[in-house]
C-alpha cells in the first residue's frame, strides 16, 4: 500500500479527493482521484465542480477520475507541505515557517469554499481557524519581512473574504496586517546541529549503542531534522543503576517527543526528550527487568524508536523517505509557495 507521505489527499465532505505527489510538486498535476464515502453528503459539492453529467457518474461508481481543479491542487500541496516538509540543514532544504504556511493554507481553504460550497464541511481547519494560528504571538509578522508584499496581497484577499462571510472581527484583523508589517522586527529561528551522547564516566560500561533515523510518520511536523541516521542512543551500567541515553540531531522546535528502546518490536523502555542546544536529549534508569534483559541480548538485537511506538501508526521507510527528499529537491523554483520563497530567501542566513 502506497504510504500517505506520497499521496496528498483533502478530506472533502463525504470523501476523499488523492493528488500524485511527483505531480503536484512538479507543477504538472492534471488529474485527481475522489473516492467517495458518503454520496448523499458528496452530492452537492460534486455537482457544482464537475457537472451534472460526471457526478452522476461518479457518485454511481463510488470513485472517479477528475480533471485536477488548481484550487483543490494547491490546498492539498500545502496541507501535504505542513504535514510532511523535510526540512534538514544536510539535505540543503531550509524549514518552511508555519504561520506563512498557515496563512497561505487559509487562502486556499477560502478558494476552495468559494469553488464548490459545501466541499469542506467538517474539514481539518477553517480559513478563520488557520488565520487565527497564523497571527498568534505575532508569528505572521516576524516571518514575513522579506516576502512583505505578498504577504500584504494575501491578508488583503483574506480581509475581503471574510467581510463577505460577516466576519467583521477577522476582516479588521487582516486588513491590519499590512501596516503592522511596517512595524514589524525581522525574527530569526536559531537552531544548529548537534549529535551523539556525552562520552560515559570512567568505570561504567555500554552495554549496547546505535543510531537510527526518525520516522516522520511518528514525530509533529517541522520539529526534527528530516536526515537519516540522526539519533544516537546506548544503554550504560552504571554503579547505581542501568540507563538509555537518547540523542537527536537537529531541534527546530520544542514538542513533547519520547524514545522507546525495543526489543525484537516490543518496548521495554521509554524516556521523555528535551529539547536544547541543538537536539533532544533524555536519559532514563531502566527498571530491573530492562536492565537484565539490555544485558543478556546481542546489541544488534535492540533498537530505538523516537516518537509513538503504536503499531497502529504507518510508519515511512528509508526509501519512502529519500524519494520524497529527492522530488523536493527537484522541484522548480519558480512553482515554489510563499513559505518556500520565504525559506530560500533566508536559507544562507538560518543555515
Given at each position: 500500500?502506497?504510504?500517505?507521505?506520497?499521496?496528498?489527499?483533502?478530506?472533502a465532505?463525504?470523501?476523499?479527493?488523492?493528488?500524485?505527489?511527483?505531480?503536484?510538486?512538479?507543477?504538472?498535476?492534471?488529474?485527481?482521484?475522489?473516492?467517495?464515502?458518503?454520496?448523499?453528503?458528496?452530492?452537492?459539492?460534486?455537482?457544482?465542480?464537475?457537472?451534472?453529467?460526471?457526478?452522476?457518474?461518479?457518485?454511481?461508481?463510488?470513485?472517479?477520475?477528475?480533471?485536477?481543479?488548481?484550487?483543490?491542487?494547491?490546498?492539498?500541496?500545502?496541507?501535504?507541505?505542513?504535514r510532511?516538509?523535510?526540512?534538514?540543514?544536510?539535505?540543503?532544504?531550509?524549514?518552511?515557517?508555519?504561520?506563512?504556511?498557515d496563512?497561505?493554507?487559509a487562502?486556499?481553504?477560502?478558494?476552495?469554499?468559494?469553488?464548490?460550497?459545501?466541499?469542506?464541511?467538517?474539514?481539518?481547519?477553517?480559513?478563520?481557524?488557520?488565520?487565527?494560528?497564523?497571527?498568534?504571538?505575532?508569528?505572521?509578522?516576524?516571518?514575513?519581512?522579506?516576502v512583505?508584499?505578498?504577504?500584504?496581497?494575501?491578508?488583503?484577499?483574506?480581509?475581503?473574504?471574510?467581510?463577505?462571510?460577516?466576519?467583521?472581527?477577522?476582516?479588521?484583523?487582516?486588513?491590519e496586517?499590512?501596516?503592522?508589517?511596517?512595524?514589524?522586527?525581522?525574527?530569526?529561528?536559531?537552531?544548529?546541529?548537534?549529535?551523539?551522547?556525552?562520552?560515559?564516566?570512567?568505570g561504567?560500561?555500554?552495554?549496547?549503542?546505535?543510531?537510527?533515523?526518525?520516522?516522520?510518520?511518528r514525530?509533529?511536523?517541522?520539529?526534527?531534522?528530516?536526515?537519516?541516521?540522526?539519533?544516537?542512543?546506548?544503554?550504560?551500567?552504571?554503579?547505581?543503576a542501568?540507563?538509555?541515553?537518547?540523542a537527536?540531531?537537529?531541534?527546530?522546535?520544542?514538542?513533547?517527543?519520547?524514545?522507546?528502546?525495543?526489543?525484537?518490536?516490543?518496548?521495554?523502555?521509554?524516556?521523555?526528550?528535551?529539547?536544547?542546544?541543538?537536539?533532544?536529549?533524555?536519559?532514563t534508569?531502566?527498571?530491573?527487568?530492562?536492565?537484565?534483559l539490555a544485558?543478556?541480548?546481542?546489541?544488534?538485537?535492540?533498537?530505538?524508536?523516537?516518537?509513538?511506538?503504536?503499531?497502529?501508526?504507518?510508519?515511512?521507510?528509508?526509501?519512502?523517505?529519500?524519494?520524497?527528499?529527492a522530488?523536493?529537491?527537484?522541484?522548480?523554483?519558480?512553482?515554489?509557495?510563499?513559505?518556500?520563497?520565504?525559506?530560500?530567501?533566508?536559507?544562507?542566513?538560518?543555515?
Amino acid at each position: 500500500m502506497t504510504h500517505p507521505v506520497h499521496t496528498p489527499v483533502l478530506a472533502a465532505d463525504g470523501g476523499l479527493i488523492h493528488f500524485g505527489l511527483a505531480d503536484l510538486l512538479a507543477g504538472r498535476t492534471t488529474t485527481m482521484h475522489l473516492e467517495l464515502t458518503d454520496a448523499g453528503a458528496a452530492e452537492p459539492w460534486l455537482t457544482r465542480l464537475a457537472g451534472a453529467e460526471a457526478s452522476l457518474a461518479a457518485l454511481g461508481r463510488g470513485q472517479a477520475d477528475l480533471a485536477a481543479t488548481p484550487e483543490l491542487g494547491r490546498l492539498a500541496l500545502l496541507l501535504w507541505l505542513r504535514r510532511w516538509w523535510p526540512a534538514g540543514p544536510s539535505l540543503g532544504i531550509p524549514s518552511l515557517d508555519p504561520a506563512l504556511l498557515d496563512l497561505e493554507t487559509a487562502v486556499a481553504t477560502a478558494d476552495v469554499e468559494d469553488l464548490a460550497e459545501g466541499l469542506l464541511d467538517g474539514f481539518e481547519a477553517s480559513p478563520a481557524e488557520l488565520f487565527d494560528t497564523a497571527i498568534a504571538d505575532d508569528g505572521l509578522l516576524a516571518a514575513a519581512v522579506t516576502v512583505a508584499d505578498e504577504v500584504r496581497a494575501l491578508c488583503t484577499r483574506l480581509a475581503a473574504w471574510f467581510d463577505d462571510q460577516d466576519d467583521a472581527v477577522r476582516a479588521e484583523a487582516a486588513a491590519e496586517v499590512p501596516a503592522r508589517l511596517e512595524r514589524a522586527v525581522p525574527g530569526q529561528r536559531a537552531y544548529a546541529l548537534a549529535a551523539g551522547t556525552d562520552p560515559a564516566t570512567p568505570g561504567e560500561g555500554v552495554l549496547a549503542s546505535g543510531r537510527a533515523s526518525v520516522d516522520w510518520a511518528r514525530v509533529p511536523p517541522g520539529i526534527l531534522d528530516a536526515a537519516e541516521d540522526t539519533v544516537t542512543w546506548r544503554i550504560v551500567a552504571g554503579a547505581a543503576a542501568t540507563r538509555l541515553e537518547v540523542a537527536v540531531a537537529g531541534a527546530f522546535a520544542d514538542a513533547a517527543i519520547t524514545a522507546f528502546a525495543t526489543h525484537e518490536g516490543e518496548p521495554f523502555a521509554e524516556v521523555p526528550l528535551s529539547p536544547g542546544a541543538g537536539r533532544f536529549t533524555g536519559t532514563t534508569d531502566l527498571d530491573e527487568a530492562a536492565a537484565r534483559l539490555a544485558a543478556r541480548v546481542q546489541p544488534g538485537q535492540i533498537a530505538l524508536v523516537v516518537g509513538g511506538a503504536d503499531e497502529g501508526v504507518t510508519g515511512t521507510t528509508a526509501e519512502d523517505r529519500a524519494d520524497v527528499v529527492a522530488l523536493v529537491r527537484a522541484r522548480p523554483p519558480q512553482i515554489r509557495t510563499l513559505a518556500e520563497r520565504a525559506a530560500a530567501t533566508s536559507a544562507d542566513e538560518e543555515f
